[in-house]
């Protein structure tokens, strides 16, 4: 039923959402939203939520109280001399009771069961945000790897047009006998090579598109929105550090390690008496026990001597003590993340400032050298040398706009933010 629910809501979002009927290229939110609406992880956590929530109802129905009726019909040999056992010794003895059974005290175990499932369905919460964060990481990778290779197409396109527009010119300089034949096949060269790494880039595209696919469960996969360079603006590292604790793996471990000290509770009420009511009411009893309608029974049981309840405290204290210094490295985990994704965006910023210098400088370079040419100052191999520079460079710029944004939505995921 929950399969056919899904499905019906993905049906509706396919053809009410506007944009299918735009056909638009789709952002990274749009591309996350669509996997984590067709990937199988988030239901999986859905489902452990509702495993909880279920223990949770049976723990709480062990402290209510439970009423049952109760059907007896004993069979036996018929005495020959019952006298004043006739009531036990009788062949047929029916009976019939109501009866309400409620636990008084269990050395609070109940309480502190519920309250640690309390705990682990809030976990279970968390760590269903962090199934959607690890899906985000590897949606993101697959988006920005297509992003990649657009903006490496894009460039290499724009180019291998310039490239081409060149080799033209060559043709009639050489036609007209101003250039050697070996600078024109030199050109012809550079952009069969060009067309080589172009026809490369749009193959690893489609592969690309395709991985994409599978997480958005699109086929084919639309097209994506093409980012321009980062803008954000970014904030000190010293509030990302203090987002950390909201992650939601931190949360879910400083959950488990109060999970874990309500164990120790738990085995600690072991050692407590055991207090259960029980209250009968017989509709229906034969012989001398047909006038008593109601009976009450207090049972009390004092634990004296049992060994293993000794271990088992041991046991959940040694797993507290495992929790919390588990909840203290995940903490510290979640910092480091922060600071080191931190640090490789700033520096992927520097690294882009560089290269968008360096691009613009190269191209520069290129424009002066081809001028030059016509006037004879300069050489086709210093046109072959710059175009080389201003090709190496756009790619390097481009790889590097691509990596700031992974860079800056790396440090979000990190700090448990992702959109």
């Known amino acids: 039923m929950e399969r056919i629910n899904y499905l019906i809501a993905l049906f509706l979002l396919l053809i009410s959402s506007p944009l299918w009927a735009e056909n638009r290229p789709l952002n990274l939110a749009e591309c996350f939203e669509l996997a984590k609406n067709f990937h199988e992880s988030i239901p999986l956590a859905v ?54 059974t409620q636990p008084i005290f269990h050395g609070l175990i109940e309480f502190y069961a519920i309250k640690k499932l309390k705990y682990e369905k809030r976990e279970k919460t968390w760590l269903k945000k962090e199934a959607e ?27 291998l047009s310039v490239l081409r527009e060149q080799l033209a010119e060559l043709i009639e300089w050489k036609n007209l006998g101003k250039v050697r034949d070996a600078e024109m096949v030199r050109q012809q060269a550079t952009v069969a090579l060009l067309e080589a790494d172009l026809s490369k880039l749009k193959s690893e595209r489609n592969v690309a598109y395709e991985v994409l696919g599978y997480l958005t469960g699109l086929n084919p996969q639309p097209k994506i929105l093409i980012q321009s360079p980062l803008q954000e603006k970014i904030k000190p590292l010293a509030e990302y550090l203090h987002l950390s604790a909201n992650r939601s ?31 009968n009411y017989y509709p229906y009893r034969v012989g ?83 001028a030059d040419v016509r006037l004879g100052q300069a050489t086709q191999l210093e046109i072959l040398q710059a175009q080389k520079q201003w090709l190496d460079a756009s790619w390097q710029r481009d790889q590097a706009e691509i990596q700031a944004w992974q860079a800056y939505t790396l440090l979000k995921l990190h700090v448990g933010v992702f959109e």
């Open 47 to 100: 489902e452990d939520i509702k495993q909880v929530q279920a223990r949770l109802t049976q723990t709480v129905g062990a402290i209510t109280p439970q009423i049952s009726f109760k059907f007896t019909e004993t069979i036996q040999e018929k005495a020959s001399h019952s006298g004043e056992l006739e009531t036990f010794t009788r062949q047929f003895r029916p009976e019939l009771s109501l009866t309400l």
């Open 133 to 159: 964060r690890a899906l985000f990481i590897n949606v993101a990778e697959s988006y920005y790897r297509v992003v990649f290779l657009e903006r490496n197409i894009t460039t290499t396109g724009h180019i």
């Open 249 to 279: 793996d931190v949360q879910a471990a400083a959950l488990r390690a109060k999970m874990a000290e309500s164990a120790v509770k738990m085995a600690k009420g072991e050692f407590f008496p055991k207090v259960d009511l029980e209250a």
């Open 288 to 370: 001398f026990l047909s006038n008593i309608d109601w009976d009450v029974t207090l049972n009390a049981k004092i634990p004296l001597l049992k060994l293993d309840n000794f271990g088992k405290l041991k046991e959940a204290k040694s797993k507290n003590l495992q929790e919390q210094l588990r909840k203290q490295q995940q903490e510290r985990s979640a910092q480091n993340d922060i600071r080191q994704a931190y640090t490789q965006l700033m520096g992927t910023l520097n690294q882009l400032k560089k290269y968008q210098q360096a691009v613009y400088l190269a191209k520069k370079t290129y424009d002066l050298l081809k």
